[in-house]
């Protein structure tokens, strides 16, 4: 994959704290960073499906009252 450079600009200390984990790990600052934005769009990929699964969990008896359940457990839209 291609890569993009990208400039940012953060203060002194987030700066030598970045550079120290990223070599407590033996990688470059570029794999530091990297790694970090990949862990956040996990994070919120996981987020999104826990909240949704929640969600549906508090309001299960509003969509069976509203669309039924098929026969193999599925919802299903009686409103026909």
């Known amino acids: ?3 993009k450079q990208l400039n940012v600009r953060v203060d002194a200390t ?3 704290i970045a550079r120290e984990r990223a070599e407590q ?3 470059s600052m570029n794999q530091y960073i990297e ?3 990949q ?3 996990g ?3 996981r987020t999104f499906v826990d909240t949704a699964a929640q969600f549906m969990k508090e309001f299960e008896t509003a969509f069976l009252a509203e669309f039924g359940e098929g026969p193999a457990g599925e919802l ?3 409103r026909r």
Do not use: H
Request: net charge negative; charged share 30%.
């Open 76 to 78: 299903q839209d009686v």
């Open 25 to 27: 790990q033996g990688i």
């Open 39 to 41: 862990q956040d769009m």
């Open 1 to 3: 994959m291609a890569k």
């Open 35 to 37: 790694r970090l934005v």
């Open 14 to 16: 987030t700066a030598e």
């Open 43 to 45: 994070e919120a990929g």
